[in-house]
């Protein structure tokens, strides 16, 4: 099975921190992507990446930016911290290719205060 | 970006009556496929329909693409406490591997 790892379940930030969420997956995926999910608004695309070094952006990247490094790993990064990012954040990875679906970690509840 | 529209939001069932959520794009879409959240979960991967007119089922939940390939749809029959959860459709486009999601419907069910 496919196993999506993000690196806390729960966070709590102050406003202006630079804040670091991290994701490994285990299968070796081409793609990674970082959503955000609010009630009511679904899961909205922040940044992709397909590939190490690669980034795209996506529906909501403003205040936000990542890192892939290394193929296994996806870092998101909030720069300045602010109240409207608190938030659920959900890593997920998929092979490449139209048809793959996607496997999803646990998700971060950020709080920033 | 593309919009894909999805209700209702929140629908409650008592357990035995039957379950649907819509999902609509004003675009021509490649593939949809269908994730369940349950609570306090992450969205799971359910299926993926990719031809125009498409049915697929597994056991009681049926999964239909449009004619149109712009809109689709998931019936639960009888449905159980353990279909309780956030449904989401997420649809592709026309090539890359980015999905857009429906804003998901919430079910719950009453034993």
């Known amino acids: 099975d496919v196993k999506v790892t993000q690196s806390s379940r729960y966070l709590v930030k102050r406003t202006g921190e630079k804040v670091f969420l991290e994701c490994v997956q285990d299968?070796?995926?081409?793609?990674m992507f970082w959503y955000r999910q609010d009630p009511g608004l679904g899961l909205r695309l922040i940044y992709f990446?397909?590939?190490?070094?690669?980034?795209e952006k996506g529906d909501i990247p403003e205040g936000y930016s990542v890192s892939r490094e290394k193929k296994e790993r996806f870092s998101l990064i909030l720069e300045s911290a602010s109240t409207n990012q608190t938030s659920m954040y959900l890593c997920a990875s998929s092979l490449i290719g139209g048809n793959q679906p996607q496997h999803f970690g646990d998700g971060t509840r950020l709080s920033i205060l | 970006g593309q919009q894909v529209m999805q209700i209702p939001q929140y629908q409650h069932v008592q357990e035995g009556e039957d379950f649907t959520t819509y999902c609509n794009s004003s675009t021509t879409l490649s593939n949809i496929q269908w994730y369940k959240q349950r609570p306090g979960g992450h969205p799971v991967f359910l299926i993926q329909?990719?031809?125009?007119?498409e049915v697929k089922k597994q056991k009681r939940l049926t999964f239909q693409f449009g004619e149109a390939k712009k809109n689709s749809s998931l019936h639960i029959t009888a449905t159980q406490t353990t279909d309780v959860g956030t449904y989401f459709c997420a649809a592709r486009e026309t090539s890359g591997s980015r999905l857009t999601f429906g804003e998901g419907t919430q079910l719950t069910v009453n034993p």
């Open positions: 990446s397909y590939d190490v070094k690669m980034k």
């Open positions: 329909l990719v031809k125009s007119g």
């Open positions: 299968m070796d995926h081409e793609n």
